[in-house]
């Protein structure tokens, strides 16, 4: 029997604003939260533009309290810190758990694969991106996905929103990591 499930004990993940000219590390914001109630916070930086975004998620979910707790993590797009890309099926490995990168718009696909292009190490970072497949419209939002079906996603995004359409546990993560850094939360998030 092909049991259905519905995650709801989820870590979202977002980095922090930063100016176009910044050439360093960034913030990354991960929300614990049971359903849609925040039970605790992980942070790590990840290098703009660079390559250890998938690095930086383990460490941080693995040193956590919560490890043995999440059942699924939730991305806000598939990059952090610019062109950051984050090796989805590896994560969904390593951790064992679920991955749902969820997007508010669909991606401008060749604007964003010509941009990465034009950066060092531009096509590893697109053919992590082309192996998950494209994003798939979902309860008015786009996503991708990895180790769940379509109607898991469905099931854990009804769980796990409370506000708008972005998974709780994504929209504190927004604010939270908007917050710490300019001293404000701002965007929509």
């Not at 930086?56 to 610019?82: P, T």
């Not at 964003?112 to 494209?134: C, H």
């Not at 008015?140 to 379509?150: A, H, K, T, W, Y």
């Not at 604010?175 to 939360?185: D, M, P, Q, Y």
Request: glycine share 10%.
């Amino acid at each position: 029997m092909n049991e259905r499930r519905t995650y709801t004990n989820v870590v979202g993940f977002d980095d922090a604003p930063f100016p176009y000219e910044h050439r360093g590390d960034v913030l990354l914001v991960g929300t614990v939260c049971a359903r849609t109630r925040l039970d605790g916070v992980v942070t790590d930086r990840v290098r703009r533009d660079g390559v250890n975004a998938t690095d930086r998620m383990l460490a941080s979910l693995e040193r956590s309290q919560f490890a043995e707790q999440i059942r699924l993590v939730l991305l806000q797009g598939i990059a952090v810190a610019g062109f950051n890309v984050v090796d989805v099926e590896r994560l969904h490995r390593s951790f064992g758990t679920p991955v749902l990168v969820v997007a508010r718009r669909r991606p401008r696909v060749e604007t964003f694969r010509d941009a990465l292009l034009s950066i060092p190490g531009g096509a590893r970072k697109w053919s992590l991106i082309e192996k998950l497949g494209p994003m798939e419209p979902l309860r008015g939002i786009f996503v991708q996905r990895c180790g769940l079906s379509l109607d898991e996603a469905d099931r854990s995004l009804e769980a796990t929103t409370l506000h708008g359409k972005l998974p709780e546990a994504l929209r504190l993560a927004h604010l939270i990591a908007g917050g710490v850094t300019t001293g404000k939360s701002r965007g929509r998030a």
